[in-house]
């Protein structure tokens, strides 16, 4: 039977999360948390599985995700990989040179207005902005307006055409 990250962790007095921070350090898994993937190495000692509820009808109802277990040689291997490696698995980056890839870039303002000026909504985007407020605030009055007011007499008009229909039908 294999073992799980969580049980794998209290082997080594870690959480599940650290375990799996640990097992990507040395090598095994390779990715961000919560979307890990075997590494070569990874998968001489575990396995993946892929669950898939698939019920039908929404996606969201459909929820697949993966499990991977670990054999049992994981320990003994891990346990080797930390005493000959304290620091950890290099894949000879630095993390100064990891951080630098990573970095974003700044942000830098080409407008050309100097930055000290607030910018200027056009006329455009204030009627926008005043139809989108206009029309949260009328919302909740629309409802009762078209069923007090606009229903009782698009019905009564309605009835008053209906009636002089049948009425013309027989004087002719």
């Not at 990715?31 to 001489?44: F, H, M, R, S, V």
């Not at 459909?62 to 049992?72: A, D, I, K, Q, V």
């Amino acid at each position: 039977m294999g073992k799980s990250a969580r049980v794998l962790g209290e082997e080594f007095g870690r959480t599940a999360r650290e375990m799996n921070a640990l097992l990507k350090e040395y090598g095994y898994l390779d990715g961000n948390p919560g979307a890990y993937g075997l590494t070569e190495k990874g998968q001489q000692y575990a396995k993946e599985q892929y669950h898939s509820r698939g019920t039908g009808g929404y996606a969201q109802y459909n929820r697949n995700w993966e499990t991977r277990t670990w054999s049992e040689e994981t320990v003994a291997a891990l346990r080797a990989d930390i005493e000959a490696n304290p620091g950890g698995f290099d894949d000879g980056g630095s993390p100064a040179e990891e951080e630098a890839i990573f970095e974003p870039d700044p942000i830098v303002d080409d407008s050309g207005s100097g930055g000290d000026d607030d910018p200027q909504l056009s006329w455009k985007e204030l009627a926008i902005g005043g139809v989108v407020v206009g029309a949260i605030l009328v919302a909740p009055h629309v409802k009762p307006f078209w069923d007090n007011k606009v229903k009782p007499v698009a019905k009564k008009l309605r009835d008053r055409l209906v009636k002089q229909e049948t009425i013309e039908p027989t004087e002719s």
